[in-house]
Nanobody
Framework: QVQLVETGGGVVQAGGSLRLSCISS????????MAWFRQAPGKEREFVAA???????YDADSVKGRFTISRDNVKNMVYLQMINLKPEDTAVYYC??????????????????WGQGTRVTVAS
């Protein structure tokens, strides 16, 4: 079973920044697509960003220009650098892995593995 563990969440003021990290136990990490999703209380899960094995990135319109996804295949880690945070970014952020290399990603993309999440709160 693949294990994903997220860290880096916290409480920040609007306009602030956070960097989330995710480490994977999978030996196939370099060949997979990694992604970040988020879910706020009372709302459905929302796609944030993804990065494939060849470093191609996919970004949700709501975070374009503010969030940057990256990966380090040597360390088996993926990151989400978040700047200019807004109150509407408040959510639990989940790391996810996909064995496929898809044309596009969205809220309902069936990812293969999920982490437990890290909470981000942006004060208004």
């Amino acid at each position: 079973q693949v294990q994903l563990v997220e860290t880096g969440g916290g409480v920040v003021q609007a306009g602030g920044s956070l960097r989330l990290s995710c480490i994977s136990s999978a030996g196939t990490f370099a060949a997979s697509t990694m992604a970040w999703f988020r879910q706020a209380p009372g709302k459905e899960r929302e796609f944030v960003a993804a990065i494939n094995w060849n470093y191609r990135t996919y970004d949700a319109d709501s975070v374009k220009g503010r969030f940057t996804i990256s990966r380090d295949n040597v360390k088996n880690m993926v990151y989400l650098q978040m700047i200019n945070l807004k109150p509407e970014d408040t959510a639990v952020y989940y790391c996810a892995a996909d064995e496929a290399d898809r044309r596009a990603y969205g809220d309902s993309t069936p990812m293969d593995y999920w982490g437990q999440g890290t909470r981000v709160t942006v004060a208004s």
